[in-house]
């Protein structure tokens, strides 16, 4: 079983920065960060594949956000800059299982194991 924990999340107010970890268990895995915000479906945020050699990021946070990984760790970072109130939501973790290691999903369909969220809460 993958265990994947999230945290960092918080309030911070518009223009402000956050930085997101997401902790897994066992082996390393392809991480995408995806997004809930009241009333809306989840969107894809970002993703980094196993090697850390490839991301891709959504065109709304391009630019702002950077996903890294430290594989030591078996840890991912989403670290949120020039952050907006429409940022605002529940930020997700999830691994795909994949063995690929250029392989950066962006769709949910592809992930396997999902973290519990974290609260991003962004004032203007």
């Known amino acids: 079983q993958v265990q994947l924990v999230e945290s960092g999340g918080g309030l911070v107010q518009a223009g402000g920065s956050l930085r997101l970890s997401c902790a897994a268990s066992g082996r390393t895995f392809a991480i995408g960060w995806f997004r809930q915000a009241p009333g809306k479906e989840r969107e894809f945020v970002a993703a980094?594949?196993?090697?850390?050699?490839?991301?891709n990021y959504a065109d709304s946070v391009k630019d702002r956000f950077t996903i890294s990984r430290d594989n030591a760790k078996n840890t991912v970072y989403l670290q949120m800059n020039s952050l907006r109130p429409e940022d605002t939501a529940i930020y997700y973790c999830?691994?795909?299982?994949?063995?690929?290691?250029?392989?950066?999903?962006?769709?949910?369909?592809?992930?396997?194991?999902w973290g519990q969220g974290t609260q991003v809460t962004v004032s203007s």
């Open positions: 999830a691994a795909d299982l994949t063995f690929d290691l250029r392989r950066a999903a962006v769709r949910a369909y592809e992930y396997d194991y």
């Open positions: 980094i594949s196993r090697s850390g050699g490839k991301t």
